[in-house]
């Protein structure tokens, strides 16, 4: 898989966002430079594995996830952050009502898929 530094970068932007961390909050807590995390987030560097593991690790995600960029081609920062939010909501429910929310959904794709 090629590294695009520009898909990366959106990828690495739009996480941030959607966390609400400013550029510096990011920097600093994988121990960077806020112009190291500019850099990265408009493509004018492509990161070297220290970064990539710190940024996967901060944002609880693997780095095959942070890496693959399909993903993120034809998302915009806000469809991105909406996702987040849902999938963060999802993941405090309790199995009974998350067990409603799936049939729910499958209702809707049948009606409208």
Not at 67 to 87: A, F, M, W
């Amino acid at each position: 898989m090629p590294v695009d530094p520009v898909q990366i970068g959106s990828k690495v932007k739009a996480l941030r966002k959607t966390h609400n961390l400013t550029q510096e909050q990011l920097a600093e807590s994988i121990n960077v430079s806020w112009r190291t995390i500019s850099n990265l987030e408009t493509g004018r560097v492509i990161p070297k594995l220290d970064l990539i593991y710190g940024l996967a690790k901060h944002f609880d995600i693997t780095i095959d996830e942070l890496l693959d960029t399909r993903i993120t081609k034809n998302k915009s920062v806000t469809r991105i952050r909406k996702e987040n939010q849902i999938i963060q909501t999802i993941c405090q429910l309790n199995n009974q009502l998350l067990a409603h929310i799936e049939e729910y959904i499958q209702l809707i794709k049948k009606d409208f898929g």
